[in-house]
């Protein structure tokens, strides 16, 4: 199975901060990755698909890159509301889709 | 708007079947077009996709859940379900249903979700 790492596991920064999260997955993956936002208590929402397409109503703040093997969640400046855990998902292999263990991004 | 909504006990005995329902809301799931999941997040944890379903009636499972899930669809009520046999304490986890896309890798792409409930496996 493939396995994907998110770095860090827990992050602290200030709003107005430049924050970037990276994902590693085990096995080359192509573009096939997705991030997600989850909130306590609430459900993950989708920010990004196919590692850099930003899903309908996402602030353009937000912005992924990568593919293969190394990929990478940006926040060009941290707003409150974006306080919150930040997962990776790839969708490439077997099991057809898994994520990762999570970022924790709270306030400085 | 399309909503989801998930329903169930929210106890389950262990070796007995976790059953709980999805109601969609704004969109129809006769209509084709989505693939709808199951997804799930242990207390603390991170997300394990479960299974989903066409409205069809075709399904894929997540291999490691395989041997105890079934998700059937009830178009008629615009619902899918979820049912998980022989649960133990490691099942315990907060349930979510969910919208994936139309085809290909995008069926796995969740752009709406429900709540979440939480189901303990308990005696």
């Known amino acids: 199975d493939i396995q994907l790492t998110q770095s860090p596991s827990f992050l602290s920064a200030s709003v107005g901060d430049r924050v970037t999260i990276t994902c590693r997955a085990s096995q080359g993956i192509s573009s096939y990755l997705a991030w997600y936002q989850q909130k306590p208590g609430k459900a993950p929402k989708l920010l990004i698909y196919?590692?850099?397409t930003l899903q309908s109503g996402v602030p353009s703040r937000f912005s992924g890159s990568g593919s293969g093997t190394e990929f990478t969640l940006t926040i060009s400046s941290l707003q409150p509301e974006d306080f919150a855990t930040y997962y990776c998902?790839?969708?490439?292999?077997?099991?057809?889709?898994?994520f990762g263990q999570g970022t924790r991004l709270e306030i400085k | 708007q399309v909503q989801l909504q998930e329903s169930g006990p929210g106890l389950v005995k262990p070796s007995q079947t976790l059953s709980l329902t999805c109601t969609v809301s704004g969109g129809s799931i006769s209509s084709g077009g989505y693939y709808w999941s199951w997804i799930r997040q242990h207390p603390g944890k991170g997300l394990e996709w479960i299974g989903y379903?066409?409205?069809?009636?075709?399904?894929y499972y997540n291999p490691s859940l395989k041997s105890r899930v079934t998700i059937s669809v009830d178009t008629s009520k615009n619902q899918f379900s979820l049912k998980l046999s022989s649960v133990t304490a490691a099942d315990t986890a907060v349930y979510y249903c969910a919208r994936g896309g139309s085809s290909g890798y995008s069926k796995y792409y969740f752009d709406y979700w429900g709540q979440g409930t939480l189901v303990t496996v308990s005696s």
């Open positions: 379903i066409y409205y069809s009636g075709s399904t």
């Open positions: 196919a590692a850099s």
């Open positions: 998902q790839q969708l490439n292999s077997y099991p057809p889709s898994t």
